[in-house]
């Protein structure tokens, strides 16, 4: 194994106005004396980011190591057992993932695999703290004391690591396609005047066929975290990173914040980023296969031209503890997003509850009382009725975006029907329904295009089955409106599924 330092030259921490030690400023994105104000440009070119070949790492077991800086202190939390690095004067103090105070002496940092890039903060600490202050300030059922309490907890700058990954995959594939088609059947429903009569309807079935074939699909950075000391749902949803903003590692950066140790070793961290390009290689196949529905029964891929790089991205900490529980907020250092948990208060939970029982009081109270029964509305005392069309009122602030097709759209509730209420609607119409609502539900999370296949295959499920509505059906008309909303949505889902990767 070899060790390697940056030459000092690059460390130059003293301020050459007033002796004191330089910290990395983001806002100006120099080093600068916070006493006097002179700033140094610190050395970090985006084009100097490198690749390192995996598969001889991995065969070696060995990379060229380096500390994150000569000077750089160690110190592991006794709490969560992290290993965190800072640049002296700065002091250990406490962990800023769990709030323990470290007692422990701090040593020389071990080295670690040579970062390859680093993504500096531009979010500063004064920044970071209002977006802090903003968050706990709009959580719902949070305690009065929170906001308060939370503002005497120091914000800690955290240089997170992560490895990312490159490959081209080449893969075979056997596998079948499933193609919908319909077949006419009749079953007895009530008509209007509720006499019963025979009715055609469509019902869909699959037919499967043999697929096979090959798929090409190259992978660009999948992002691995290298932490176990945080929540890794929390970190995925700090993203998108400007991983492309990336610049070559300077210790110079470090001056000013902590560095937390990767906890997964790099062989790990390759299964882990194979796991995630299986999900996108799936997608291209499901694509390659194409019909309504797709079935992989075998796949073989190789790997070439692997690729990987140790990072650091920034993340502002702010462990605080509320009745002796703690809770942890990470905020983004490059962009300000917040993530993070809080407790809860039991009594403006209960105050809200016993408002929305007094509101159900008052709402039941406006219905009449006559001869002993109360007498409740059609669409209670009969579930075949859909429910009543509110009265027109002002905007939502909340745009159905089934009614977008320009953003992500999602199903909207049927308007009534004036049939009777004796009249049973189609079955149809409520599946229709049901497989829009699926899709929308989807919709919003998809991001690889195998999700995206599957939004689209739900979209146009639910404009087959309401298709299959009679025309003398009390719903027929909503239908024929849902339709055309659906088609929207499938249009939106068909180019999602085009463009995703």
């Known amino acids: 194994m070899t060790t390697s330092t940056t030459p000092s030259t690059s460390e130059a921490s003293v301020c050459p106005g007033c002796g004191a030690g330089l910290v990395f400023n983001p806002k100006l994105g120099k080093l600068s004396c916070p006493y006097c104000n002179t700033s140094k440009t610190v050395i970090g070119n985006s084009n100097a980011v490198e690749e390192n070949p995996l598969q001889q790492s991995l065969l070696q077991q060995v990379k060229s190591t380096t500390r994150l800086s000569a000077k750089a202190q160690q110190v592991e939390c ?71 309490l939370a503002q005497h907890e ?110 997964v070793s790099l062989p790990n961290g390759h299964s882990k980023a194979k796991v995630e390009m299986s999900h996108g290689i799936d997608s291209a196949i499901r694509s390659d296969i194409g019909g309504n529905e797709q079935r992989i029964s075998s796949r073989d891929t190789q790997y070439r031209d692997e690729t990987f790089k140790h990072i650091l991205l920034p993340v502002w900490m702010a462990t605080y503890r509320f009745k002796n529980k703690p809770y942890q ?10 993530e993070g948990d809080r407790p809860y208060c039991p009594f403006k939970i209960a105050g809200a509850i016993t408002g929305v029982l007094v509101a159900i009081g008052t709402i039941w109270g406006g219905y009449s009382y006559s001869q002993g029964e109360w007498d409740l509305p059609a669409w209670l005392t009969n579930p075949g009725t859909l429910l009543p069309t509110p009265a027109p009122s002002s905007p939502p602030t909340e745009t159905n975006s089934a009614e977008q097709p320009s953003t992500a759209p999602a199903t909207s509730t049927p308007a009534p029907t004036t049939a009777p209420e004796t009249t049973t609607p189609s079955p149809a119409f409520a599946e229709g329904l049901n497989a829009a609502s699926e899709a929308a539900t989807k919709t919003q999370a998809a991001q690889s295009k195998q999700e995206w296949q599957e939004v689209t295959n739900l979209w146009a499920e639910a404009i087959e089955t309401l298709k299959q509505v009679p025309t003398d059906d009390p719903n027929a008309a909503i239908a024929q409106q849902k339709i055309q909303e659906y088609q929207r949505n499938l249009n939106y889902a068909r180019e999602q599924l085009a463009k995703a990767p």
């Open 329 to 338: 907020v990470m905020i983004n250092g490059e962009n300000g997003k917040v």
């Open 78 to 148: 006794n709490g969560c057992h992290a290993l965190i690095s800072f640049e002296p004067p700065d002091v250990a103090g406490d962990c800023p993932f769990c709030g323990t105070h470290i007692t422990a002496q701090p040593q020389s940092a071990d080295p670690v695999i040579t970062p390859g890039g680093i993504l500096p903060f531009k979010v500063g600490r004064k920044e970071g703290r209002q977006k802090l202050t903003k968050w706990l300030s709009t959580r719902w059922f949070a305690p009065s004391s929170l906001k308060q």
């Open 154 to 263: 120091a914000l800690t700058g955290v240089y997170l690591p992560f490895w990312t990954f490159d490959a081209k995959t080449r893969t075979h594939y056997t596998g079948q396609r499933g193609d919908y088609y319909y077949v006419t059947k009749t079953r007895r429903v009530k008509d209007s005047n509720g006499e019963w009569k025979t009715e055609e309807y469509q019902e869909r079935r699959t037919r499967w066929s043999s697929a096979s074939g090959t798929v090409n699909r190259a992978f660009d950075d999948i992002l691995i975290p290298a932490i176990k000391s945080v929540d890794l749902d929390r970190l995925r949803k700090m993203g998108p990173w400007p991983l492309k903003h990336l610049v070559a590692y300077d210790p110079s950066f470090l001056q000013g914040f902590r560095a937390q140790r990767y906890q």
